[in-house]
């Protein structure tokens, strides 16, 4: 689940900047001057302004609703990844006045183009007596881009930021800024003293407020997950309870024999307690070792299993991470290793108390 999560956050970054600066004046005041003062914000190493729209493309007989954006090539680069995501073209070929586009993967699919081909793109918009006046541009298509998430490969159409506006209605969106901070895990600390030292000129919205959906689902799996392998773990620790109540019970001879020599009651109970924690215990360390060995290693592990039975656990034609991705945080695995001790712990403590309590008359009784 942390491999997954990291994953996520990978690919949703790749595209999408750590920030972005959404001008508060209906104008939208100026992006690079916005741009400029908050790179002089510490922890902020990059910025460019960059402006989207809704459109259609239209490819006969395909129509597919998009996102356009707008971007500067070699400024866009330095915010997010989009350059290590272009899979033919180059970002350089976004040239002002070149009309010219780079399709992600699915949108290129679906519409049936390629490097080469031209796409129209329907951009809707209102005219001065309040009529629809929908404004169509012929774009050619310079690449294609592959993140391996939907919500970028499916819908986003990346051009020049002056083609773009150039297509926009005059009173349509002013543009935004695309921030990238130093440590894209302190974006909410970052975004508050970016928006502060901007004194409300622009809103802030950091990638975990934009994606917030996307981390909470994985939160709540890995909750449930959590709860599942303590579960898992109660099962085991109430083995090791019946185990050692059937062990006190064939044993209670032998506990009345040691008591009537003269064996304290806290005596017995320790040497069921004992025997309890080192079964739990030895089993607890032997799964932390295993599971931590497993998941340093889980790539080779799962290219043997694929290799020997000849399938493949992700599925290109299925997922868009066709590799389990494995993060080993320490912190976890301590926090699983103590409840696992803990649980296996108490799973002793019944057993040792019903030893402690064998009445020595009472099981001698019938020897």
Excluded: C
């Excluded at 999560?5 to 999408?16: H, I, K, Q, W, Y």
């Excluded at 402006?51 to 330095?78: C, F, K, N, Y």
């Amino acid at each position: 689940m942390n491999g997954f999560e990291g994953e996520l956050r990978d690919r949703l970054l790749a595209l999408s900047a750590h920030a972005r600066l959404l001008p508060t004046a209906k104008e939208g005041g100026d992006l690079e001057a916005l741009a400029a003062t908050a790179s002089k914000v510490p922890g902020v190493i990059g910025a460019a302004p960059f402006v989207e729209a809704q459109a259609l493309a239209l490819r006969s007989p395909e129509m597919l609703p998009v996102v356009l954006r707008g971007i500067d090539p070699a400024r866009e680069a330095t915010v997010t990844d989009i350059a290590g995501a272009v899979t033919s073209g180059a970002l350089s070929d976004l040239v002002p006045g070149s009309d010219r586009v780079i399709l992600g993967s699915v949108v290129a699919q679906r519409l049936a183009v390629s490097p080469g081909d031209t796409v129209t793109l329907l951009v809707p918009s209102i005219g001065a007596g309040g009529a629809p006046e929908p404004r169509l541009r012929e774009f050619t298509v310079a690449g294609l881009f592959e993140v391996g998430l939907q919500d970028h490969d499916g819908t986003l159409i990346l051009a020049a930021f002056d083609d773009v506006r150039a297509v926009l209605p005059r009173s349509g969106n002013p543009g935004s800024v695309h921030l990238r901070f130093d440590d894209a895990l302190a974006a909410p600390a970052r975004a508050a003293a970016t928006r502060t030292a901007l004194d409300g000129q622009a809103d802030v919205r950091d990638w975990t407020q934009d994606h917030a959906n996307y981390f909470r689902a994985i939160r709540i799996e890995k909750t449930m997950m959590s709860l599942i392998l303590m579960l898992i773990v109660a099962v085991a620790a109430f083995n090791i309870v019946a185990m050692l109540v059937m062990v006190v019970t064939d044993k209670r001879t032998d506990i009345a024999i040691l008591r009537t020599l003269g064996t304290a009651p806290r005596r017995v109970m320790g040497v069921f307690a004992t025997q309890g924690l080192v079964i739990g215990w030895f089993g607890v360390i032997a799964g932390v070792a295993l599971g931590v060995l497993i998941a340093r290693n889980v790539t080779p592990i799962v290219a043997v299993l694929e290799r020997a039975f000849g399938f493949q656990i992700m599925d290109a034609d299925v997922y868009y991470i066709t590799r389990i991705p494995s993060v080993l945080e320490w912190h976890n695995v301590a926090w699983i290793g103590g409840a696992a001790f803990l649980l296996t712990a108490l799973a002793t403590v019944y057993p040792a108390l019903r030893a402690s309590r064998v009445a020595p008359a009472e099981a001698l009784r019938y020897e």
